[in-house]
């Protein structure tokens, strides 16, 4: 009898530890303030941004004069085709973790694709981590010999520390910005 009532003693003792973990547990998960969770960029999310959203883009149908800076000169969007990808299908909206990425290839004179120059991608982050680029983080990886395209059809990511290669980009957003969702294919 002694014993049973022990038993009862210490069993309660132990639920209302488990109790009070519970309500420690969810008044945690359930605080308004909390940040969003951070996104990391990795390269196997990039790896996934394989969904067409526009194939084949030259000149400039977007109305934005994409040059880029090759060897000291500048290669113009006529001589150029641009394939534009995603992670997730051309109805989602842009929920933070989507990622775009842009691949420009050389235009061989017969209008066929030639060789890639660069890849561009642009991750949607937290809310607040760039408020002046749409709070996207945003990477440049010009094409590598070193990289295995059938793994890593979008290139090899730069490790964050590379703040020249990826970030907070301003350069990339100031041209982003004139779109209101910062994504000129999906105006
Ligand atoms: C002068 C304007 C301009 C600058 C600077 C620029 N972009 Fe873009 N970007 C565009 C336009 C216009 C498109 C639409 C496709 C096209 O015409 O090539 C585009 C498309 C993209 C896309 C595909 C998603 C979309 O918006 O349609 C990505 C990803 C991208 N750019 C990343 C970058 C990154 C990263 C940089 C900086 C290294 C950068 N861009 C700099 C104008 C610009």
Same mark, same amino acid.
């Given at each position: 009898?002694?014993?049973?009532?022990?038993?009862?003693?210490?069993?309660?003792?132990?639920?209302?530890?488990?109790?009070?973990?519970?309500?420690?547990?969810s008044s945690c998960t359930n605080d308004s303030d909390d940040?969003?969770?951070?996104?990391?960029?990795?390269?196997?999310?990039?790896?996934?941004?394989?969904?067409?959203?526009?194939?084949?883009?030259?000149?400039?149908?977007?109305?934005?004069?994409?040059?880029?800076?090759?060897?000291?000169?500048?290669?113009?969007?006529?001589?150029?085709?641009?394939?534009?990808?995603?992670?997730?299908?051309?109805?989602?909206?842009?929920?933070?973790?989507?990622?775009?990425?842009?691949?420009?290839?050389?235009? *061989? %004179?017969? #209008?066929?694709?030639? =060789?890639?120059?660069? !890849?561009?991608?642009?991750? $949607?982050?937290?809310?607040?981590?760039?408020?002046?680029?749409?709070?996207?983080?945003?990477?440049?990886?010009?094409?590598?010999?070193?990289?295995?395209?059938?793994? *890593? %059809?979008? #290139?090899?990511?730069? =490790?964050?520390?590379? !703040?020249?290669?990826?970030? $907070?980009?301003?350069?990339?957003?100031?041209?982003?910005?004139?779109?209101?969702?910062?994504?000129?294919?999906?105006?």
């Open positions: 009898m002694l014993r049973n009532v022990f038993k009862m003693k210490s069993s309660m003792a132990f639920a209302t530890v488990v109790l009070a973990l519970a309500v420690s547990i940040p969003d969770p951070v996104i990391t960029l990795t390269q196997e999310i990039l790896n996934q941004s394989v969904n067409a959203e526009d194939l084949n883009v030259s000149g400039t149908p977007y109305g934005q004069d994409v040059s880029i800076p090759h060897n000291g000169s500048t290669i113009s969007p006529d001589s150029t085709l641009r394939d534009i990808y995603s992670n997730v299908a051309a109805s989602a909206s842009i929920a933070p973790g989507t990622v775009f990425t842009k691949r420009t290839h050389m235009m *061989n %004179p017969d #209008g066929s694709k030639g =060789d890639l120059q660069v !890849t561009f991608a642009m991750i $949607k982050r937290e809310s607040g981590y760039n408020a002046d680029g749409g709070d996207f983080e945003y990477v440049m990886m010009p094409f590598s010999a070193d990289n295995d395209y059938s793994q *890593n %059809p979008n #290139g090899m990511l730069p =490790d964050v520390s590379q !703040t020249e290669m990826r970030g $907070k980009l301003q350069m990339c957003a100031s041209c982003h910005s004139k779109v209101g969702s910062y994504i000129f294919v999906r105006q």
